[in-house]
Structures are given as C-alpha cells and as structure tokens.
C-alpha cells in the first residue's frame, strides 16, 4: 500500500532533487531524508510543511495522497500564495512530546505582543511555552539558538503576509539592518514588526506590507532599537 515514504520519494523524483539536494534546501540531515523514504521516520511540523512547500505539493497529499496540487498553481490572490523571503513556517508543540535527536526548543514568549497596526506592548504573567526547530535549520541560517525567541503578532499592517494572531521567530543576535528584511522593533514605546531600509542621513525607512493602509515612516536611526531579525513565521489566516 502507497503511504507517505512513496509519496515524499514520488514527489523528490518529479521535483528532480536527490535526497541530499533535499536535504540541503530543507535544512535537515541526508540520514533524515533517507529515513523518511525508507518508512523509519515521518516528517513532523515544519518540516513536513517546509517538505511540502519544496517538492511543491500540498501537506494533504504528503500524509494522505490527498489532492497534490503545486503551490505554483494556488491562485496568486490566495493566503497559501503570499510569502516573503525570510518567511518559513514553525510549529508549536505539547510540552509532553519528546524532543527529536534534531530538534531544539526555543521560547514562545507569549507574554510579549509585536504590534502589526495600532501598537501595543503588553507584558503578562510569564510562559514556558516553547517551538520546536530541527538543529540544521539553524546551521543553514548561521543563527545561535539561545539567540531565538518567539512571539506573537497583533494588527493588520502586516497582512496579508502576517496576519493578526501569527508567530514570529526572531534572531536577536541579528540587529544591523539589512535592506529589505523583517525585523523586531522598538519605536516610539511600542513593539512592532516591520520591514526596514537604510536611508541617508542616518535615517531608517520603516515599512509595512499592508501599505494600501500604512504609509512608510522615515525616522532617525537612533530613536529605533532593533530588537532582532525576523526569519520565521506562522500564519493564521481567519
């Protein structure tokens, strides 16, 4: 009987990836893949989102041979259809599920909200949630894991890329702005996430994705403290 094991070797062969090419642009190790087509182990969570996303299919046909349609075919107006280059997708999970050997935890800080609209900084009672990464995510990006925080996104201006209730995985080891990426800022007394650019005269351009609401801002450098990079994300589409 075909399961996911054939599926996922299917779906590699038509994409003409190797199960190291695999492995590589998914950020886990070869033995992982292998083990995934030889039936030893089934991808879980964002890897089995990331897996789907790469082989261009949906995560419906991977766990059950469901409709497989690529993600080049998704209607451009679609949610599944919006993306960002830093943006991948992360998974929460029970605090009773063991960690894989390539795994790691990392805070979900959801005591902390970055604003996406009206801005807001709240500060709750304190959590020990946690989200999970495989290992080699982090050597690809080059990213320290005790450098990795998680938090939640309130408001609109970054929809539909974020919406309102979506996580973000940020690198506070990353702070120097580079042109065109997502970052975790202080502004103004306010958390927000926002998209930032370099402008003369010591200046940031900080910008929204929803810009048909919020109009760019152009503010001195140093009334901005950059909390860190924003390099993951999971999206709640209501």
């Given at each position: 009987?075909?399961?996911i094991s054939v599926r996922i070797a299917r779906?590699?062969?038509?994409?003409?990836l190797?199960?190291?090419?695999?492995?590589?642009?998914?950020?886990?190790?070869?033995?992982?893949?292998q083990n995934w087509e030889a039936g030893k182990?089934?991808?879980k969570g964002d890897r089995l989102t990331g897996l789907a996303t790469i082989l261009g299919v949906t995560v419906e046909y991977l766990l059950s041979g469901g409709p497989s349609a690529r993600w080049s075919e998704v209607d451009s107006t679609s949610p599944e259809a919006i993306s960002?280059?830093?943006?991948?997708?992360i998974s929460v999970w029970d605090d009773q599920t063991p960690l894989d050997d390539d795994e790691i935890e990392v805070p979900f800080l959801k005591e902390v909200e970055l604003s996406a609209g009206s801005g807001k900084f709240v500060v709750e009672s304190s959590s020990r949630a946690k989200l999970r990464f495989g290992k080699y995510t982090f050597m690809r990006l080059g990213i320290q894991p005790s450098n990795v925080v998680c938090m939640p996104v309130k408001g609109n201006s970054m929809e539909p890329l974020l919406s309102d209730g979506s996580t973000v995985a940020i690198d506070t080891g990353?702070?120097?702005?580079?042109?065109g990426k997502m970052y975790g800022i202080l502004y103004?007394?306010?958390?927000?996430v926002k998209i930032l650019y370099r402008v003369a005269g010591s200046k940031l351009r900080i910008r929204s994705f929803n810009r048909d609401e919020?109009?760019?801002e152009v503010v001195d450098a140093v009334s901005v403290k950059i909390f860190g990079r924003v390099f993951q994300s999971s999206t709640i589409f209501m």
């Amino acid at each position: 009987m075909e399961n996911i094991s054939v599926r996922i070797a299917r779906a590699r062969e038509a994409k003409g990836l190797n199960q190291s090419q695999l492995a590589r642009d998914l950020g886990v190790s070869p033995q992982a893949v292998q083990n995934w087509e030889a039936g030893k182990a089934n991808p879980k969570g964002d890897r089995l989102t990331g897996l789907a996303t790469i082989l261009g299919v949906t995560v419906e046909y991977l766990l059950s041979g469901g409709p497989s349609a690529r993600w080049s075919e998704v209607d451009s107006t679609s949610p599944e259809a919006i993306s960002h280059p830093d943006m991948q997708s992360i998974s929460v999970w029970d605090d009773q599920t063991p960690l894989d050997d390539d795994e790691i935890e990392v805070p979900f800080l959801k005591e902390v909200e970055l604003s996406a609209g009206s801005g807001k900084f709240v500060v709750e009672s304190s959590s020990r949630a946690k989200l999970r990464f495989g290992k080699y995510t982090f050597m690809r990006l080059g990213i320290q894991p005790s450098n990795v925080v998680c938090m939640p996104v309130k408001g609109n201006s970054m929809e539909p890329l974020l919406s309102d209730g979506s996580t973000v995985a940020i690198d506070t080891g990353a702070t120097a702005v580079v042109d065109g990426k997502m970052y975790g800022i202080l502004y103004e007394d306010m958390l927000r996430v926002k998209i930032l650019y370099r402008v003369a005269g010591s200046k940031l351009r900080i910008r929204s994705f929803n810009r048909d609401e919020y109009e760019d801002e152009v503010v001195d450098a140093v009334s901005v403290k950059i909390f860190g990079r924003v390099f993951q994300s999971s999206t709640i589409f209501m």
